[in-house]
């Protein structure tokens, strides 16, 4: 999968998840504040369960969301999508009581910064496509397989 970076404050909140080439990912979030190295809330071990073979051991984990008010929204609404199952778009914004608002989601989930914890690779086009993962498409096509192989719902649209 490629090297990733964690980053979380010091009470153990998530601020940001995802793959990077180089110390440029985080100048996207800042650095005030954020504690890297040792593991004292078992971030880290839960991501790495995750990855084993626990895709629901990441649903505890705290986030602090720092978009505008819709990206929060939209960002918040992943984590309802069960690991296992996909969402489209257009599936998404009628949830979100906005049918019309399919891009303007799939631009809040372009920009989501917590990528995994926060499920942005569960969502895809509504003709069941693997549409763009900040992560790459071959990294979306990997975490969506992992969790059908781990849940035993082999992607199941919602």
């Not at 909140?13 to 996207?28: I, K, P, S």
């Not at 602090?64 to 609404?77: D, E, I, L, S, Y």
């Not at 690779?121 to 992560?135: C, F, M, Q």
Request: with cysteine; charged share 20%; net charge positive.
């Amino acid at each position: 999968m490629g090297q990733a970076r964690l980053v979380y404050d010091a009470e153990g909140v998530v601020h940001a998840f995802g793959w990077y080439e180089g110390d440029t990912w985080l100048e996207r979030f800042g650095r005030a504040d954020f504690v890297e190295g040792a593991d004292p809330f078992g971030l880290v071990a839960a991501m790495a369960a995750y990855f084993d073979s626990d895709v629901r051991a990441i649903d505890h984990i705290r986030v602090r969301m720092r978009g505008a008010p819709f990206q929060n929204t939209v960002w918040q609404a992943l984590r309802s999508i069960p690991a296992g199952e996909t969402m489209s778009y257009g599936a998404l914004a009628k949830m979100l009581g906005q049918p019309g608002a399919m891009r303007a989601v799939g631009l809040a989930n372009g920009a989501n910064p917590i990528g995994v914890i926060v499920p942005c690779h569960r969502v895809i086009g509504a003709d069941g496509s693997l549409t763009g993962y900040g992560g790459g498409i071959a990294r979306k096509k990997w975490l969506l397989a992992h969790e059908a192989r781990h849940t035993g719902l082999f992607g199941s649209l919602r």
